[in-house]
């Protein structure tokens, strides 16, 4: 089993992830990576703060209540727009009957 450490992007920086240099680790997430060579000597350079695994579970909780939250005014809003469309009808055929 591989050892975890939670890093994070410096702000303004993205940090391109080791065996995958088309996906970066920005300043926005924690992520988990294995620790590893690259990784520390990105933290030493300054372009990643390695964080606590309490910080990347305070974040991820975090980021899910919001996405739970955008959900549901999500469902909100298209209920409420399906409304105005049977009002909407109803009235087309009021007029038109």
Known sequence: ?????YVQATT??????????RVYITGTDIEPV?????????ISDGDLVERT???FTEA????????AAAAVAAEQ?????????AAAE???KKSAG
Do not use: C
């Not at 991820?60 to 996405?67: D, H, I, S, V």
């Not at 298209?78 to 469309?85: D, G, N, T, V, Y």
């Open 1 to 5: 089993m591989s050892i975890l450490m």
């Open 12 to 21: 303004g920086l993205k940090v391109p992830k080791e065996g995958n240099p």
């Open 34 to 42: 294995k620790a590893s060579h690259y990784y520390r000597k990105a």
């Open 53 to 55: 695994e309490k910080e």
């Open 60 to 67: 991820r909780a975090k980021a899910e209540e919001a996405a």
């Open 77 to 85: 809003q298209l209920a409420a727009e399906q409304k105005a469309i």
């Open 90 to 92: 109803r009235a087309a």
